[in-house]
């Protein structure tokens, strides 16, 4: 069963066909970046029509029960998830409320500062701020994930003790093989696999290391290794690829609303669109590379099996059912 | 088995209780007047509340499913309603959203024109519009129902005969027992009836005979009647209750934020208030009342199981899912 953890395409039927060539029963794709309610409700809406349209690829996922069913049908469950926690504005009771209409992960800060936490770009990291800690609670009850993929290192480390249930970091690699504001050193890695929770290695090349030229034998390797440091059952894929995106789309994740400058983010002004991906990934007909990949690691087919997707089936399993 | 097809109390542990003491197995309660969106999306916020607070009471009802499993363990099953379009603005998509989080019932009009058909209050009943043909459609196929209390006659039948499943008049009276805007004449209550749909008796008092002073021999007569004259079958309760609501409410029904003037609706400048409730019924625990008025009329036990909440079941049990 092949599951990746994130994915933000300009979703059409070939994204869609070709997530069926790749064997994907499962995608986490994301509906917002820096959408208040509002905003993230009209997104919700094209889902629905996509859902609508292409019912013989996708279906809605809101439970591990809807892979199953994806699986026995041939097609993938799209899991949705917020990179930002713009789509609660400043009213916890949207939590549960965007639970109800199928969100199952948000991401507490999206680089910069919000209401929760300390994102990954600012200067200071304040860690989880009041409202971050209410908020915590109240995803924890509704069953709505913590993703930490965009934070900074210290409100990543108080997410994972104060969060009951298991976080994720659903896309980014280790810091020591790549340096990264977006990568993870080890005591955030630590602290979220500690806590039960899983990590999704970023296939994005900013995260890479070397970048677009990244090699899918050190990709594999640094998989190899992370697993072997923190525990098998702690990680997953989550590619990050955002096939077929014009760069205003990346534009717009880096300055949302937030900024009248240029912010660069990960890129620079002589590079400032989307980077090329890797030669060996450069859609979602390629997850057998990353088999091969792991395969010639030394991995076994359980232990690149658990990798490629049993890890986050048992996590959403797991994840997204209400405490009653 | 007891259900109320229309309810807007100022809901509180006292009330819930009531409900229990009538033994209402299932109740249509309001949640948007004139709200907009997300205005509408709070106040589902403020029932997820209610519904944490009071689980030995109540239970959220999408299903009618959720009504046996009410009954079973003792509780209320409280449908959503909105009794205006108002709650999805101008996009059609928000159809499907709202019903995602627990809409069942939408009135396409709330006294005044909208913009899918005419109020009963307009001097001109335009029918249908085009957006309303839309939105009939959009009803059908998601499984969220049709209410045309508070639309003109042309636009109820309009709405009648456009709509491929059947749709309700969850409260009113028929216009010949007691005439005003707000109650029904045959033609209207033959279009509802003849598409399989459902008509509520209300007993707020502006609807009834004698209005505070109808008696409870007048009203069980008048629904002896209708019952003859179009079926059994199509008729249920719709109490329109506004228990313990200060009178700011009813003025907020009137004029939400559509007009600076004072409109009294079906009040008036000497009585601009809600009106006391026939003695008869003052609230949830008085259902029992009208059980044994229908009695004394001649109905025997499965007419009046069939008014007090069969019928209700059986459309409920038809009208709420999608049509896939």
Not at 22 to 45: I, K
Request: glycine fraction near 10%.
């Amino acid at each position: 069963m092949r599951i990746d953890g994130l994915q933000y395409a300009n979703w059409s039927e070939k994204v869609f066909r070709q997530m069926r060539s790749g064997g994907l029963s499962a995608v986490h794709v994301t509906v917002a970046y820096h959408e208040g309610f509002r905003e993230t409700v009209t997104n919700l809406e094209d889902w629905n029509r996509r859902f609508e349209r292409f019912p013989e690829f996708i279906c809605k996922g809101q439970w591990a029960a809807d892979i199953d069913c994806a699986r026995k049908s041939g097609r993938t469950a799209i899991f949705f998830g917020a990179q930002n926690s713009s789509p609660i504005e400043s009213d916890i009771g949207l939590i549960e409320i965007l639970h109800t209409l199928g969100l199952r992960f948000m991401q507490l800060t999206y680089n910069n500062q919000s209401l929760l936490a300390s994102g990954c770009y600012e200067a200071e990291d304040g860690g989880i701020t009041r409202m971050g800690r209410q908020a915590i609670k109240e995803m924890n009850r509704v069953g709505l994930v913590i993703d930490m993929s965009h934070s900074g290192p210290r409100s990543t480390i108080e997410a994972a003790d104060l969060s009951q249930r298991p976080i994720t970091i659903s896309h980014a690699n280790p810091l020591e093989w790549s340096p990264s504001l977006r990568n993870k050193n080890d005591d955030v890695i630590r602290a979220v696999t500690g806590n039960g929770g899983i990590m999704g290695f970023s296939i994005y090349p900013h995260h890479l290391r070397d970048g677009s030229s990244c090699t899918l034998d050190s990709f594999s390797e640094m998989i190899a290794r992370a697993v072997e440091k923190f525990g098998i059952e702690h990680f997953g894929i989550g590619s990050d690829l955002c096939q077929d995106q014009p760069d205003s789309v990346v534009t717009w994740m880096r300055t949302g609303r937030w900024t009248r400058d240029i912010d660069y983010g990960e890129g620079s002004a002589s590079a400032p669109g989307f980077p090329p991906m890797p030669e060996w990934f450069r859609d979602n007909r390629d997850f057998a590379n990353i088999e091969s990949g792991l395969r010639s690691t030394g991995m076994n087919d359980d232990e690149i099996g658990a990798v490629l997707g049993g890890n986050w089936y048992r996590f959403f399993d797991e994840s997204f059912r209400s405490v009653t």
